[in-house]
């Protein structure tokens, strides 16, 4: 039997990656490692770099199919955006066969797309959510009148972004028709596929959600939602520099919506995540005005870094930090007991 002093689990935590939100990912990283050594696991510290190579210990690691990731029992992909975010990482960690904190391939694909995800919200869950219309670069090229003509229609402002990207990266606020041209083509700079949303009014509101989907586990569970109080008041919006700057933002918890709306928001992101079968973590972000709630995105991988809103909402919901992280691991294990159970 082990000693008290031997670590729980090894965990391989997978930062940084190619995306523009390089830097985020190796911040969140940073927060999980410390955590997870809190609670008393070891770490091997694995490190994308920017061109997507792996690296350990200050030499480029190599993979190998079915062989695990360093011995590690456990993996924890805390990247964000393409090539990590988007099912990518979660690819590549099922062929090493190893488990992996977070959602599957399909469910990272799929919600990482903000278009995707909103029109298979619409399609099958027909959810409240904000307006919106997606665009794709080599259609604004060859239709440029007709696709203004369609984002017209929103009103205005608008919020223009890159559709597979998160962090607020790439974001734009559009307040007059003739800035809409270069907010597209800013956007496009980061995606072939862009997302136009309308303003929707009242209060941003965020819900952390701990769970799995997986046969016989126990049903995922909600956190008490929280609300984004902007450093800038009412004239401000949520882009990068709030979200990742001291003092950028401030999260209420509870959210001062009435018990009827925060209840609403908490089944609504309970319905979400299970409809996109979701694993281990989700934030989902919401709308809410008065009695009305919009759902607006999920996030697979929400961020871990000293401003991340999802371990602020697990907190506040009664799960300390290093019992949040273990709990995710003990998760992503329990998924793939779960799946071995299946004859492929």
């Known amino acids: 039997m082990a ?11 997978i930062a940084g990656g ?8 190796l911040s969140s990283g940073e927060g999980v490692r410390s955590g997870l050594e809190q609670g008393g696991h070891a770490v091997e510290w694995v490190e994308i770099a920017t061109d997507g190579a792996w690296w350990h210990d200050g030499e480029r690691l190599a993979l190998a199919p079915g062989e695990g ?6 993996a924890f992909p805390v990247l964000h955006g393409p090539f990590g975010e988007d099912g990518t990482i979660q690819g590549v960690l099922e062929t090493l066969d190893v488990p992996y904190v977070g959602s599957g391939v399909r469910a990272s694909a799929v919600c990482l797309d903000k278009v995707l995800f909103k029109e ?26 007709g696709v203004l003509a369609e984002i017209d229609a929103l009103g205005l402002p608008v919020f223009v972004k890159p559709a597979r990207l998160g962090s607020s990266l790439g974001i734009g606020r559009v307040t007059a028709r003739a800035e809409m041209p270069g907010a597209l083509e800013r956007a496009f700079s980061h ?4 997302i136009v949303e309308a303003l929707a009014r009242g209060i941003e509101v965020e819900c952390g959600v701990l769970g799995t989907s997986a046969r016989g586990a126990a049903t995922p569970v909600a956190s008490d939602p929280g609300e ?8 401000g919006w949520y882009d990068y520099d709030a979200k990742y700057s001291a ?3 401030e ?15 908490r089944e609504l992101a309970l319905e979400t995540f299970v409809r996109f079968e979701c694993e281990g973590l989700a934030r989902v972000d919401f709308f809410v005005d008065g009695e009305d709630v919009l759902v607006n995105e999920l996030n697979t991988m929400p961020g871990f870094t000293p401003t991340s809103v999802y371990p602020k909402l697990m907190a506040a919901s009664g799960i300390a930090y290093p019992d949040l992280l273990e709990r995710l691991c003990t998760l992503a294990l329990e998924r793939r007991e779960a799946l071995r159970a299946y004859s492929w």
Do not use: C, Y
């Open 3 to 13: 000693s008290s002093d031997e670590p729980r689990l090894t965990v391989a935590v």
């Open 191 to 194: 995606d072939a596929l862009v």
């Open 69 to 74: 990731l360093l011995g590690a029992d456990v």
């Open 247 to 249: 003092g950028g933002m």
């Open 18 to 25: 190619r995306s523009s939100e390089h830097e985020v990912s």
């Open 120 to 145: 298979l919200m619409a399609a099958s869950a027909k959810a409240p959510q904000v307006e919106f219309v997606g665009v794709r670069e080599t259609q604004f090229l060859e239709n440029r009148s």
């Open 251 to 265: 999260l209420l918890i509870p959210a001062r919506v009435s018990e009827s709306a925060r209840e609403r928001v």
């Open 228 to 235: 984004i109080l902007l450093a800038e008041g009412e004239g």
